[in-house]
């Protein structure tokens, strides 16, 4: 593949339905689709200035995503010619045609290495994203984690317009869960491949189970009363904008104190979920060793806590 190939990337906001599609495309019989790829431009300056590439190199091995893909790095290869030489690891190693990827961040710099990619941007009710980052234990509360989702949604609306109308697809998970065949023939139509009921396959070789309308709209019966109302406040515009209800709970204000309140609220939260995950020992050396700067020492404790993370991961 070289850089004026055209791959497939699913962008949209972390918790929202991304890996469930992932695996959906990657079990259809011509197309490969790589898991979570932020690596591909998060190194990379906001302007498309691409890193040095002896240290890219050598930040990769610590990515534990990357370590993941299974790719391997060929030290002959510059930036671009890396980056695609993992796509086509990617597509040669699952002999398909179409190659892709996910990526949840700054994939607006996806334009710099492909500037005729094509995008599926999926998108979720951000009450639903905010509980299940949560969950993940990436916010300490539902009005800071909803923040993933308004960087996605932002993000999305400025770089959508620089697209050409034929490159890209909107996905709605909600309909995804409730119509799955719907949506998916509607996105082969759009990459311009036959639907194949193969897609569904990802039961077989995943813990993914197929699609059960008992997952939209989780918020209504798992988010507390307060939360819905904090974060209505905070996101009803958009809300609205992307076509969900509001609830019918009173309206209330969040004033400055408060915001200021649940953003230390939510550090605190972060940081006692991480001890709970693993373990104070590993948490305490983690942030010294960062704070101090001693890089082989906190990689190595950054490798242990990828283990675990690993193992509870879905």
Known sequence: MNSNSTPVFLVGSVRSGTTLLRLM????????????????????????????????REWLTCDRVFRHSNFHIDESLDYVELLNDFLNQKRNRDNKVIVGATVHLEFWKLRYIWPHA????????PRDVANSVVHMGWAGNVYVAADHWVDAEREWAQFRPQLHDKNWIEVRYEELIADSARELRRICDFLQVAYCDGMFDYIKTSTYTL???????????????EDVQRLE????????????????????AVSGITRNWLYLQSRLN??????????????????????????????????????ITDMLLK
């Open 25 to 56: 495309l990657d079990h259809h019989p011509n197309m490969a689709f790589n898991l979570e790829s932020e690596f591909l431009v998060t190194r990379m300056s906001d302007n498309g200035q691409f890193p040095e590439i002896r240290k890219y």
């Open 118 to 125: 094509k995008y599926i941007y999926i998108y979720r009710d």
């Open 211 to 225: 699609p059960d309308i008992r997952l939209n709209y989780q918020w209504k019966t798992k988010m507390a009363r």
């Open 233 to 252: 406040f905070k996101l009803s515009e958009q809300i609205a904008a992307r076509g969900y209800t509001l609830s019918n709970y009173p309206k209330i």
């Open 270 to 307: 972060k940081f006692l979920f991480r001890l709970k995950r693993y373990g104070t020992a590993l948490t305490l050396q983690e942030t010294l060793f960062r704070r101090l700067g001693w890089k082989e020492l906190h990689q190595d404790i950054m490798r242990k806590m990828d283990s």
